[in-house]
Nanobody
Framework: QVQVVESGGGLVQAGGSLRLSCTAS????????MGWFRQPPGKEREGVSC????????YYVDSVKGRFTIARDNLKNTLYLEMNSLQPEDTAMYYC????????????????????WGQGTQVTVSS
């Protein structure tokens, strides 16, 4: 049974930082590229970042480039998202997901390409 669990969300003021974590079990973690998605209130889910199986290639949506950093620790089966200079528009439910490929090549921002999902962790950024 595959389980994906996010943690680390919370309330932060604009300009602040948060580090999200995601632990996966029940799968061979380093067989999968991993991604972060987010869903602001009242909006559709969007891809935020993706990292290939060994952590050597990373991808970001334009709106978070230079502010967010994705990383993974395969020995711990854990994915991270370091978020800096947070803005109110970053407020969303953040989801961790395992991609159906080992790399992020192709349309990694499409949620349909990810087979396993966590329950989400809420990030709220106040003005």
């Amino acid at each position: 049974q595959v389980q994906v669990v996010e943690s680390g969300g919370g309330l932060v003021q604009a300009g602040g930082s948060l580090r999200l974590s995601c632990t996966a079990s029940g799968l061979t973690f380093d067989d999968y590229a991993m991604g972060w998605f987010r869903q602001p209130p009242g909006k559709e889910r969007e891809g935020v970042s993706c990292i290939n199986w060994n952590g050597y290639s990373t991808y970001y949506v334009d709106s978070v480039k230079g502010r967010f950093t994705i990383a993974r620790d395969n020995l711990k089966n854990t994915l991270y998202l370091e978020m800096n200079s947070l803005q109110p528009e970053d407020t969303a439910m953040y989801y961790c997901a395992a991609r159906e490929y080992a790399t992020c090549l192709g349309s990694w921002r499409d949620s349909g390409g990810f087979g396993y999902w966590g329950q989400g962790t809420q990030v709220t950024v106040s003005s």
